[in-house]
């Protein structure tokens, strides 16, 4: 199995140490482990300013040397993307990308810089928080800068109890011509398991968008847990790579260095 998504210590919002994840991992029968830390480049973020490449990289290796033989680390962060702070990760990706296995790109903001907490949907009706939202996914895409997209429809993690009616084939127009630029940017997504084991009890995204990705000819995929906490690591992992074979996706990516290699699902499964 292959978590491309663990938060550690250098994360604002996980006090979890890498060593405890990379046990974890090690019991779960994951074989592959990315460390992506939050780079948090919009001012108002509590975590701005906290992230620390280089700590972070000797983190990694000291990690490397402990568990040689018994899992493989991959070098990675999760930068947080939106128009406003489009400057600021075009620097940070042209300084450090070429140092890291594997990079995501993440939306936790509106344009206007609003987080995507309950808090945004005051007022507002679904439309005026999706549609923006996968605009900014979208700009995201374009960029031409990660290795894959975090969280694709994050928003329904966070709907307050006035807006859980979300049903992304009401957005399926919407989507699908998300997709289309997916398909010819050559971009992957992940599929985060966070949703499966809290709100909305589905993965992010779900099998219906993957269903439609497949279909107009996508298929680059990343798997990865989401996970602030050792017990999480791997979570929902055996039961994705199901959903994925089901959907019409025969493999998912692994990277080393921002390369990328294709393993086949039906070989992750029967290992």
Request: contains cysteine; proline residues 5%.
């Amino acid at each position: 199995m292959f978590d491309y998504h663990v938060h550690t210590t250098f994360s604002v919002d996980c006090a979890t140490p890498m060593e405890a994840s990379c046990e974890a991992a090690v019991a779960a029968g994951v074989t592959e482990i990315a460390f992506t830390d939050h780079q948090d480049l919009q001012p108002s973020d509590m975590g701005f300013g906290l992230y620390q490449p280089a700590a972070y990289f000797a983190e990694v290796e000291r990690m490397r040397d402990r568990f040689d033989g018994r899992l493989t680390i991959l070098a990675g962060v999760e930068v947080d993307y939106h128009t406003e702070t489009h400057e600021a990760v075009e620097e940070f990706i042209t300084e450090f990308g070429p140092r890291y296995d594997f990079v995501i790109g993440s939306v936790h903001y509106a344009a206007g810089g609003e987080i995507v907490f309950p808090e945004l949907f005051g007022g507002k009706q679904l439309d005026d928080v999706i549609l923006p939202y996968l605009d900014q996914v979208e700009r995201a895409v374009m960029t031409g800068w990660f290795d894959t997209i975090g969280h694709l429809d994050l928003p329904k993690r966070y709907l307050p109890k006035t807006h859980r009616d979300y049903d992304p084939a009401a957005y399926r127009a919407r989507i699908s011509a998300l997709l289309d630029v997916f398909v010819a940017q050559d971009q992957a997504f992940e599929i985060n398991t966070s949703g499966m084991r809290q709100r909305p009890k589905t993965s992010m995204p779900g099998p219906a968008i993957v269903r439609w990705y497949a279909e107009l000819g996508g298929t680059r995929i990343t798997t990865g847990t989401d996970s602030h906490a050792a017990q999480t690591v791997g979570a929902g992992l055996q039961a994705t790579l199901q959903m994925l074979k089901l959907c019409g996706i025969d493999d998912i990516l692994s990277f080393r260095r921002r390369a990328e290699t294709r393993v086949p699902i039906d070989t992750l499964l029967s290992a």
